[in-house]
């Protein structure tokens, strides 16, 4: 099937620890992205690579790190959890940069720090 | 700069009759405006997008939504509620410029009873 694939859909995890959340998609887009959504519902954007270059890094704690190996992958990996992490992280791509024809997201990884 | 506002945090219908969430947005430039729906514990669904055409602008499952300039408005209606239709709906306005970055509005809960 043609999609936005992340993985894993749920994440359980103790303060501290470093967990990768990964995302693939198959849509030939040229840009992907991550958003953050919290537990009110409210979504903002993390980052964004085109092409496997960097176009958008919002004020986010240098914890989390991006890595695009290719523009069909986007992971995210974030060290040192801490409780204000919890929250859903959906990935999206959209067919280029502008995102002028709307995104396709996943269906969100449910991150819960403990 | 780009925001959007959700009129209604809660709407609540009843089966049958018309649905109506209400978006304000303000944008120093021709905007792209869509509607996300999201479904409990399920991604985000594209309903409909205005980049520019046609001021009214039908989607999937029988919403449409119009674009008045004069009002800065982009309303979401549909003639007829189905109990399917109960989910977190998104107004979203996309940044102009060269990157893809979505303001999303708080979203409206919509209610469908029986």
């Known amino acids: 099937d043609t999609a936005v694939s992340q993985t894993p859909k749920y994440l359980v995890t103790q303060m501290g620890n470093d967990k990768s959340i990964k995302c693939e998609q198959n849509?030939?887009?040229?840009?992907m992205y991550w958003y953050k959504q919290d537990s009110k519902k409210f979504l903002k954007i993390m980052f964004s690579?085109?092409?496997?270059?960097?176009?958008i890094n919002e004020t986010v704690p240098n914890r989390f790190s991006p890595k695009s190996p290719d523009k069909a992958h986007l992971n995210l990996h974030i060290n040192s959890l801490e409780l204000g992490d919890s929250a859903v992280y959906f990935c999206?791509?959209?067919?280029?940069?502008?995102?002028?024809?709307?995104?396709?997201f996943g269906s969100g990884t449910r991150l819960t720090v403990v | 700069a780009q925001s959007v506002t959700q009129l209604d945090s809660h709407v609540s219908v009843s089966e049958g009759t018309p649905v109506l969430l209400r978006c304000n947005y303000s944008s120093s430039y021709s905007p792209s405006l869509f509607w996300y729906v999201q479904h409990p514990n399920k991604g985000l669904q594209l309903l409909l997008k205005y980049t520019s055409a046609a001021t009214l602008v039908k989607g999937i499952n029988g919403f449409e939504a119009e674009f008045k300039k004069s009002e800065t408005s982009f309303h979401l209606t549909k003639p007829s509620a189905h109990m399917s239709d109960a989910a977190e709906y998104f107004c979203v306005v996309s940044r102009s410029g060269n990157t893809g970055k979505l303001i999303f509005g708080q979203g409206t809960t919509l209610q469908v009873k029986p």
């Open positions: 999206a791509s959209s067919q280029e940069r502008t995102g002028w024809y709307g995104y396709t």
């Open positions: 849509l030939g887009h040229d840009t």
């Open positions: 690579y085109n092409n496997k270059e960097l176009i």
